[in-house]
């Protein structure tokens, strides 16, 4: 499956972005999907996921409260909304797909088989 990431950009703290993530290739509703970040300096974290359906979803304790993901089967695409956002969110963000119809959507690295190129966002303070 491709993926391709949208949405970021530059903004003050306490704005918003939304970010989206586009798939083709596959039967997108086979795939758990989730967002990553890696910040200049730093691994590669994990940010939210969502199983197949959408029915379940994980985030990171850093962004819980803040952050929203979601998905639409339909069009083939997941969205990461972002809220309140922090200058230590600051980051280059990836959208992941892990083939998997599992109730419990994956939160490693390693666990995702195909990443988007990623989407600059940048959180003035």
């Known amino acids: 499956v491709q993926l391709q990431a949208s949405g970021g950009g530059l903004v003050q703290a306490g704005g918003s972005l939304r970010l989206s993530c586009a798939a083709s290739g596959r039967t997108f509703s086979n795939y758990a999907m989730g967002w990553f970040r890696q910040a200049p300096g730093k691994e590669r974290e994990f940010v939210a996921t969502?199983?197949?359906?959408?029915?379940?979803?994980y985030y990171a304790d850093s962004v819980k409260g803040r952050f929203t993901i979601s998905r639409d089967n339909a069009k083939d695409t997941v969205s990461l909304q972002m809220n309140v956002l922090k200058p230590e969110d600051t980051a280059v963000y990836y959208c992941a797909a892990q083939r998997s119809r599992r109730t419990i959507p994956p939160r490693t690295i390693n666990s995702y088989d195909y990443w988007g190129q990623g989407t600059q966002v940048t959180v003035s303070s």
């Open positions: 969502s199983t197949w359906s959408g029915g379940a979803t």
